[in-house]
């Protein structure tokens, strides 16, 4: 199912009629965000390593180009393949060459945003490759066709009788809703297929520059089974996943696992430095590793907005985001959601098609206080929305009301009667009604203008304003 | 050199010409991360071992402190007899074996004088295994296991129940301590373990025993 973000109004829509998914949703989210808050407080010194791993990431990421030549110069001495790949089609196209050149006819993937990025299991299953996703709850997305409603937990809004109904119909299993048997099912059908793939696709957490070596954190053990059984490996990273070394790693241990689930630690952590050595006879004969770009170049032109690579995929600002916790991963119409998503949509499809995204957000600021590494996501948009305003993606009208707006309030007088005129006018309608709002009124009630107009209303209660705590210490001062 | 690479790296350039405006860290900051760990960290050995159980309990392994390897090898043999395991790898340690000698022959295997393809199914079907691992971090409580030869990395994932030995001199404080280790560039491949794996993809339940062991029992030896 291909989603795009251009139809995110519809989707938000969707989501907020379906009162079972903002129950899903709702509970995922509040669970997650009290496993979060019960470690942070066991980690004095959290907002030091946040600032920590910023720097890491802006240190990796001002100096990309040093980095990425050392990284792929000692990932070669370590006997990795490194390919690279400009954009989703390059990858997709070189991604098939090794699988044709090494005969790879099945394919077990553990969770990669990456790949997702790619639509790499459409692609390969049309290239006639069979491609199965491992994580219990990728798993479970792909059953129903569906991409994955968080970074963290690709299945957070569904129930447990939805994967219930889902085991049922698509796998002929008989109805449970108990997630340890659901666990056992999808279990025995993945054991099979580990032991029996060709390749193990993954993702990369951090890539370590100076060791040339690279890892991935997990739970289920998915992870372990499908980098480490199959006769190839071959793992997909995004340019930005670099850090300096394996030192620089250890602020990101703790940030990463705690923010996302709780964790003070992943119960599997794997590293990842070349091909099995013949001495051990375990692990892959060959490990690929494939750098894409696919836009993020263009994103780091921009000093500011670069910042937004410094993401590690946490989902902590979806988990605290009041928006995301009402209408889920879906709305979003892309691989990346939530607020760390809607900076990424405009930039990564461009402001045409990400022209609504950046607009999905309340700019409460939440995502920025418990964004790991300090990505400063609401002004990140307001920078975003002002770049999709000027490149003309909005509509006609929009344009036209902001211009009107625009002229108005740079005329006093004008301004002044507007903002008092409504309220007189109103008096016409018989009772207590409001005017009607097109496309507004049909899902809240617009309040009744008030007869005096606002800056009348304004200086009545500066005058008459109780003394408020601000005042209190300007006179204590 | 791919045109790719050479594209790429030259975009990566382009863009960097322009100067990041972002904000740099506070003074100071890693260094009060560093005395907050080390004020954190115990000073003894018996303080890590300490440590470690305590981290390895609250995400549901089991972990017994032991005074010595023979204690340790009753130990294992008791803990099977209370769960007996159907079969046995042995990661082919010696002091895996060492711990194993006692126990009665049959199901116990050495999953290291396996080829790998015979080792791999032959694992993916056993009930438990005892691994011996490299180091063991206290601060979280995790294994270190580095894919090292002679040994297999494998029979610690695939079985259903895994006994790791830890020499109580292999604890280490933190992930910085095994990272600042004088043999770390010669070990690349290595997985950190900590605890059984698990799942909470179904309505943030936890389960325990996703792809990997439901069981993990750590037994440190004091040397």
């Given at each position: ?13 969707e ?134 409603s968080h ?46 793939a ?42 930005e ?12 241990l ?6 996302a ?100 957000s ?9 964004c ?28 036209a009301?902001?211009r ?74 | ?47 890590l ?5 305590r ?52 199901a ?31 601060d ?12 297999s ?35 690349r ?33 004091m040397?």
């Amino acid at each position: 199912m291909q989603t795009s973000p251009i139809h995110t109004k519809t989707y938000l829509r969707e989501a907020l009629a379906d009162s079972r998914l903002r129950e899903a949703v709702d509970k995922a989210t509040q669970t997650a965000l009290k496993k979060r808050a019960d470690k942070v407080e066991q980690v004095p010194w959290w907002e030091d390593l946040r600032h920590q791993a910023h720097h890491i990431k802006k240190e990796t990421l001002d100096h990309l180009d040093t980095y990425l030549e050392r990284f792929t110069e000692r990932c070669k001495g370590n006997g990795i393949i490194v390919h690279w790949a400009r954009d989703a089609e390059e990858a997709r196209r070189l991604i098939l060459e090794v699988m044709h050149e090494k005969g790879v006819k099945k394919v077990v993937k553990s969770k990669s945003l990456t790949t997702e990025e790619l639509h790499l299991n459409h692609f390969l299953a049309e290239n006639g490759v069979e491609s199965l996703e491992t994580d219990l709850g990728e798993y479970i997305v792909q059953l129903l066709d569906q991409i994955p409603s968080h970074l963290t937990a690709p299945a957070l809004h569904l129930t447990r009788v939805d994967v219930g109904r889902i085991f049922h119909e698509k796998l002929g299993v008989p109805y449970t809703e108990d997630p340890d048997e659901l666990l056992q099912i999808a279990r025995a059908r993945l054991r099979e297929k580990f032991l029996d793939a060709d390749m193990g696709i993954s993702g990369v957490n951090f890539a370590m520059a100076e060791e040339g070596s690279f890892c991935i954190l997990e739970n289920e053990a998915n992870g372990f089974l499908t980098v480490g059984l199959p006769r190839i490996h071959l793992a997909v990273m995004g340019i930005e996943k670099l850090i300096p070394d394996l030192a620089s790693l250890a602020p990101f241990l703790k940030l990463l696992p705690i923010s996302a689930t709780g964790q003070k630690i992943t119960s599997y952590l794997h590293l990842i430095g070349g091909p099995r050595q013949a001495a051990t006879g375990e692990g892959p004969e060959e490990v690929h590793l494939l750098l894409l770009d696919n836009g993020r170049s263009s994103i780091l032109a921009d000093g500011q907005l670069r910042e937004t690579l410094f993401c590690i995929r946490c989902g902590a600002c979806l988990n605290v985001c009041p928006i995301y916790q009402q209408v889920g991963g879906h709305a979003y119409g892309w691989v990346y959601m939530g607020p760390i998503g809607i900076t990424l949509i405009p930039q990564y499809l461009g402001a045409a098609e990400g022209r609504y995204a950046p607009y999905v957000s309340s700019l409460c600021g939440a995502c920025y206080e418990i964004c790991p590494v300090r990505i400063n996501i609401p002004h990140h948009l307001l920078k975003l929305r002002n770049r999709i305003v000027e490149s003309h993606s909005t509509g006609v009208l929009e344009r036209a009301a902001f211009r009107g707006f625009g002229w108005l309030a740079s005329h006093p007088r004008l301004y002044r009667f507007a903002t008092w005129f409504p309220g007189k006018l109103q008096q016409l309608l018989p009772g207590e009604r409001a005017f009607r709002a097109p496309g507004y009124g049909a899902e809240r009630a617009l309040g009744r203008f008030d007869r005096r107009g606002f800056r009348k209303r304004y200086k009545s209660w500066l005058r008459n304003r109780p003394h408020s705590a601000a005042q209190g210490k300007e006179e204590r001062s | 050199m791919s045109h790719a690479r050479e594209a790429i790296l030259a975009r990566v350039r382009a863009a960097l010409e322009h100067p990041s405006h972002l904000p740099e860290a506070p003074e100071g900051t890693a260094a009060r991360i560093e005395a907050a760990v080390r004020a954190a960290t115990p000073a003894d050995v018996r303080g890590l071992a300490t440590r470690f159980k305590r981290e390895l309990e609250t995400v549901s392994g089991e972990c017994y402190v032991l005074s010595s390897s023979a204690a340790a090898a009753d130990k294992l043999a008791e803990l099977l007899q209370a769960a007996p395991a159907a079969s046995l790898a042995l990661d082919g340690d010696p002091l895996s074996r060492a711990a194993a000698a006692a126990l009665p022959d049959g199901a116990v295997y050495d999953a290291s004088a396996l080829p790998p393809a015979e080792r791999r199914s032959r694992l993916a079907e056993t009930a438990a295994g005892v691994v011996t691992a490299d180091f063991g971090l206290a601060d979280t409580g995790s294994l270190v296991i580095r894919f090292t030869a002679g040994r297999s990395g494998w029979a610690g994932v695939l079985p259903e129940t895994i006994y790791a030995l830890l020499p109580s001199g292999r604890l280490l404080p933190t992930f910085q301590a095994l990272a600042a280790q004088p043999d770390a560039a010669a070990h690349r491949n290595m997985v950190l373990i900590t605890g059984p794996s698990r799942t909470a993809d179904i309505e943030k339940i936890l389960i325990l025993g996703a792809h990997g062991p439901r069981r993990l029992v750590v037994l440190i030896t004091m040397e």
